[in-house]
């Protein structure tokens, strides 16, 4: 674990780079969070898929894996690969600043 400074908030990191607590998370953090993956700027289309993360988590207690995501959130799979190349679901829990799905090397 480590804590970082983003986007002036103190917020505490596992060692794969994912906010520990969600409830840190704001939307400033999930754009610097974006920043350091390579998305510049967050397009409306991101935050689509970076909302339904989120309220997934909030629901159903975790984040929905790339599959779910695809038929689920509104964006096709070749839009979320689009979005979030270095993985979907992976990228985008971590800039959502939820846990890692489950399923997600």
Same mark, same amino acid.
């Given at each position: 674990?480590?804590?970082?400074?983003?986007?002036? *908030? !103190?917020? =505490?990191?596992? +060692?794969?780079?994912?906010?520990?607590?969600?409830?840190? $998370?704001?939307?400033?953090?999930? *754009? !610097?969070? =974006?920043?350091? +993956?390579?998305?510049?700027?967050?397009?409306?289309?991101? $935050?689509?898929?970076?909302?339904?993360?989120?309220?997934?988590?909030?629901?159903?207690?975790?984040?929905?894996?790339?599959?779910?995501?695809?038929?689920?959130?509104?964006?096709?799979?070749?839009?979320?690969?689009?979005?979030?190349?270095?993985?979907?679901?992976?990228?985008?829990?971590?800039?959502?600043?939820?846990?890692?799905?489950?399923?997600?090397?």
């Amino acid at each position: 674990m480590s804590l970082e400074t983003i986007a002036g *908030v !103190e917020i =505490a990191l596992n +060692e794969e780079g994912f906010v520990i607590d969600p409830n840190q $998370w704001n939307e400033d953090v999930a *754009v !610097e969070l =974006a920043r350091r +993956e390579g998305i510049d700027p967050l397009t409306d289309r991101h $935050w689509e898929v970076i909302r339904f993360m989120r309220h997934e988590y909030e629901t159903k207690g975790s984040g929905p894996s790339v599959r779910i995501l695809g038929k689920t959130s509104g964006v096709s799979i070749k839009e979320l690969y689009q979005l979030f190349p270095k993985g979907p679901a992976k990228l985008a829990a971590k800039i959502a600043g939820i846990p890692k799905p489950r399923g997600c090397i």
